[in-house]
């Protein structure tokens, strides 16, 4: 299985508080995601990043923000979590683009998050 | 733009029974495409994977799928299934070079005794 822990698995905040989530990785791969899960909606890429320090919006990018500071870890931050943030997050790996690679991403276990 | 629907939502099944779970994509330019498998409180795992070739693949579990360039579909089979095979299931597809996998909405298989 891929490396993939994302912490904390579950919390629950109020509306108007930060919300941190972390992915860490041990694989060493250059692509790492945040996708959102809901009914109805499947997976939707909040954002992904293409390296340490590169980083670009997916379609739901609005009321987040990421930082890639090194390889391993990939945080996505709810500046003031409103209560449609209620959520699954899923962080997901990519060994991105290149000639051999297909496009598959391993995913880590999820993050529930409940905003009161 | 790619896209990927899922038809339906949610299908019912006996065990043993043989199931179909249907997805087509939409793309002018050629694309991979994946099924990917979700056991509650889990995340996605790969089932199988389209790159090119046998448009026939077999993937874990005794799943399979057939690639139809003509009608853009990528249909998830078994010809048996068992109550541990109750998860939601997606497709997805990316296309060669690029850095984002679009997923279908999901279908989710009950398996009943």
């Known amino acids: 299985d891929a490396g993939i822990t994302q912490s904390p698995r579950h919390k629950v905040t109020e509306t108007g508080t930060p919300v941190t989530l972390r992915c860490h990785q041990t694989e060493n791969h250059r692509y790492m995601y945040w996708y959102r899960q809901d009914p109805g909606h499947g997976l939707r890429l909040i954002h992904y990043?293409?390296?340490?320090?590169?980083?670009d919006k997916g379609e739901v990018s609005d009321g987040y923000s990421v930082s890639r500071s090194k390889t391993e870890d990939f945080l996505l931050t709810l500046e003031s979590a409103t209560s449609s943030q209620t959520s699954v997050y899923f962080c997901a790996i990519g060994a991105g683009p290149s000639g051999l690679n297909t496009g598959e991403l391993f995913f880590g276990e999820g993050s529930r998050l409940t905003v009161l | 733009a790619q896209s990927v629907t899922q038809l339906d939502s949610q299908v019912p099944v006996f065990e043993e029974a043989p199931v179909e779970l249907r997805c087509n994509y939409s793309s002018s330019v050629s694309v991979y495409l994946f099924w990917y498998v979700q056991y509650p409180n889990q995340g996605l795992q790969l089932l199988l994977k389209?790159?090119?070739?046998?448009?026939l693949v077999k993937g874990i579990n005794g799943f399979e799928a057939e690639f139809n360039k003509s009608q853009t579909s990528f249909h998830l089979r078994k010809p048996s299934v068992h109550i541990s095979d109750t998860a939601e299931y997606f497709c997805a597809v990316s296309v060669p070079f690029t850095d984002k996998l679009i997923f279908g909405t999901g279908t989710r298989l009950q398996v009943f005794p």
């Open positions: 990043s293409y390296g340490v320090k590169d980083t």
């Open positions: 389209y790159l090119s070739g046998s448009t």
